[in-house]
């Protein structure tokens, strides 16, 4: 308890505001770590998510490759592309690892919101005369569009989260207070750090959370209101016969 208490005393104390290590220029770093690597995550895998899930071709070869990035130990893979690419560029290592981490997760959102589409409201589309190209525009991005947030949505945590290594390779962000902490073992800092990065995580969560709620179709909507409220109906009508 004391340990905590020492780590609040810390985040506000009136020395976290000053110089260039004050706390909201270490979560700016955090936090443009973390939106520049989401958003290459989702111009790279976005598009090759909604030719898998248009075409249904290559998803044996993406889930492979997806659980083969999420395997690599990110401070491994940060260590090799630091030293491959010198100290100059470690910035673009760092972008370089969390990018191999947000992709598997943004590339899954994306095919499973294509092929979660009614394969019968597809063929509508085409029985209406629309293109390949329109059907997928129209009709599988816009309903699949909550599935491939919440993939941006599990991305987003886990780079967060994986953006304290940024520190490791003479980088800012949070990770800065706990790797100068740890040599010298001051808890009350790397707690005090770690509850910073809890905070932003749970704020992207609820970020997102709210995005695919915004995203879901009003149609999509109404069908699953109409669902839930037709299934205590349902088992009235499965109840009642056997009381007879």
Partial sequence: MNLFLDAIAWLFSPERLEGANAL???????????????????????????????????????????????ALPSLGLLTVMALLLGPARADVAAIIVFVV??????????????????PKTVDAARAMGMTEWQILMKVEIPIGLPLLIG???SAALQIVATATLAAYV?????????????PLRQYDVMLGAALVIVAL???????????????????VLAAKHRNIS???????????????
């Fill in 201 to 219: 995580a749970l704020l992207l969560d609820a970020l997102f959370a709210v995005l695919e709620r915004l995203a879901t179709p009003r149609g």
């Fill in 230 to 244: 037709a299934r205590p109906n349902r088992a009235r009508e499965t109840v009642e016969p056997s009381r007879a």
């Fill in 151 to 153: 993939g941006l949505r």
């Fill in 170 to 182: 003479g980088l800012g962000g949070l990770g800065i207070y706990i790797f100068t902490a740890i």
């Fill in 24 to 70: 909201p220029v270490r979560i700016g770093e955090h936090l443009y770590y973390t939106f520049v690597s989401l958003l290459v995550s989702a111009v790279i895998a976005s598009p090759l998510g909604y030719y898998i899930g248009h075409t249904r071709k290559g998803r044996e070869v993406a889930v492979a490759l997806s659980g083969a990035a999420r």
């Fill in 101 to 118: 981490l947000g992709v598997p997760s943004v590339l899954a959102g994306a095919y499973a919101g294509v092929q979660s589409v009614d």
